[in-house]
């Protein structure tokens, strides 16, 4: 099992809608971060969150983490297709970075 | 300045085989770290070196090794190649060692298939 879970696994929405895909743990992160990887590249960091109940903006990207530090959403507003990609959540542990599996988000025109 | 690169992007090889994957770090940084991307596992780490130690190492068989060169380039060795192998492995550096406050820059990946 995954130390992150992501959800859901797999998104299709049309070009102007609102998302949130979600990353959940039992565990407790010192800091968590959210990456977009497109076909053919490597992930690239968008966020690193450190605080519980920290909000942090990004043009139309909300990121959330959780008071408990625990879980983690990112709020996408009037999607486009660039913004298709796999988003992956990685949280520090234990000195140690852990991914989860992703969300693979696919914004139709 | 240049990104992370690694060659060859797409290997294949059979069963048995050993594969040598390549990774060339932005200049200046001392941290690089390995990791298998699968579909079902999604990104799990390999192992990270720095300064020509390895640092830190993910759960994965002896078959899976790799070391660091004086100029922060690193390779990765799989011997005995098995099917399961098959994935996209990716090459991240950074400034210093992988903390969330040092960021991690991802190379494309080299796709290998094991047949």
């Known amino acids: 099992t995954q130390l992150l879970e992501q959800s859901p696994q797999f998104l299709s929405i049309q070009e102007g809608e609102n998302l949130t895909v979600y990353c959940n743990s039992s565990s407790v992160f010192s800091s968590l971060q959210w990456y977009r990887q497109e076909p053919g590249e490597g992930p690239v960091l968008l966020v690193t969150?450190?605080?519980?109940?920290e909000v942090k903006k990004l043009k139309r990207l909300t990121f959330q983490f959780g008071d408990a530090r625990k879980d983690s959403s990112l709020h996408i507003t009037a999607a486009q297709p660039g913004d298709t990609g796999l988003y992956l959540c990685?949280?520090?542990?234990?000195?140690?970075?852990?991914f989860g599996a992703g969300t693979r988000l696919t914004v139709k025109p | 300045k240049a990104g992370v690169t690694q060659t060859p992007r797409y290997l294949i090889k059979t069963r048995g085989q050993q594969v040598t994957l390549s990774c060339s770090p932005i200049?200046?940084?001392?941290?690089v770290s390995w990791y298998q991307q699968t579909p079902g596992q999604g990104l799990q780490f390999l192992f990270e070196y720095f300064s020509e130690t390895q640092r830190n190492k993910g759960n994965f068989p002896g078959r899976f090794s790799g070391r660091q060169f004086s100029n922060s380039r690193s390779e990765m060795n799989v011997s005995t190649l098995e099917l399961g192998d098959s994935a996209l492995y990716l090459c991240?550096?950074?400034?210093?060692?992988?903390?969330?406050?040092?960021?991690?820059?991802f190379g494309p990946g080299t796709r290998l298939t094991v047949l």
């Open positions: 990685a949280g520090e542990y234990n000195n140690d970075m852990r």
């Open positions: 200049s200046g940084h001392r941290s």
């Open positions: 991240a550096s950074s400034l210093w060692t992988r903390t969330a406050q040092n960021e991690q820059f």
């Open positions: 969150v450190v605080t519980g109940g």
